[in-house]
T-cell receptor
């Protein structure tokens, strides 16, 4: 089966500009995650969708970050305006949803964002 | 809240050496525990997992046992290869907020020398 697709792979912007990332999960996976991975750290969950509803966005900086998952399939994550500290790799992951226990997450290749 | 602590790297070993990467956690309830691996230039992928106490996850010669009494999930391999050079992440996933929330450790970079 095809894996999680993300685009673009790399993005360089100046601070205060806006940027958007796209993710297409594995077909049939109900749960979609966006993570931020700063160099030298583990991934930090930004937002988690169950179909097209938000399950957890407690660590999403809502003053500048937004995400949507229309029709419960692909998703976009937007940053507006970007700050220097947003430089990181943005990872998208998806999983099935059994409801009874956590499922294995499948990760995309990530988008490396550099904010100058 | 829940948290994961894993040993700092980098860890440098010679080929065929024994590997241990320590991981401890704090959590309420009964989380599932995971090890993910990130090879150079690739995305994260699941290495192994355990869903309840005393379970042992294993894959590609790697093993980890879910120890509730010591709140640990240490990763071990008896004989490492150069191809095992990667960053290893310990993670836990527990219930909360209507779903399961995953928390990752900071990662441990492993270098294996020929």
């Amino acid at each position: 089966e095809a894996g999680v697709a993300q685009s673009p792979r790399y993005k360089i912007i100046e601070k205060r500009q806006s940027v958007a990332f796209w993710c297409n999960p594995i077909s049939g996976h109900a749960t979609l995650y966006w993570y931020q991975q700063i160099l030298g750290q583990g991934p930090k969950l930004l937002i988690q969708f169950q179909n097209n509803g938000v399950v957890d966005d407690s660590q999403l900086p809502k003053d500048r970050f937004s995400a949507e998952r229309l029709k419960g399939v692909d998703s976009t994550l937007k940053i507006q305006p970007a700050k220097l500290e947003d430089s990181a790799v943005y990872l998208c992951a998806s999983s099935r949803f059994s409801g009874r226990m956590p499922d294995t997450q499948y990760f995309g290749p990530g988008t490396r964002l550099t904010v100058l | 809240g829940n948290s994961v602590t894993q040993m700092e790297g980098p860890v440098t070993l010679s080929e065929e050496a024994f590997l241990t990467i320590n991981c401890t956690y704090t959590a309420t309830g009964y989380p599932s525990l995971f090890w993910y691996v990130q090879y150079p230039g690739e995305g994260l992928q699941l290495l192994l997992k355990a869903t309840k106490a005393d379970d042992k996850g294993s894959n590609k010669g790697f093993e980890a046992t879910y120890r509730k009494e010591t709140t640990s999930f240490h990763l071990e391999k008896g004989s490492v290869q150069v191809s095992d050079s990667a960053v290893y992440f310990c993670a836990l996933s527990g219930s909360g907020g209507g779903g399961f929330k995953t928390i990752f450790g900071a990662g441990t970079r492993l270098f294996v020398k020929a």
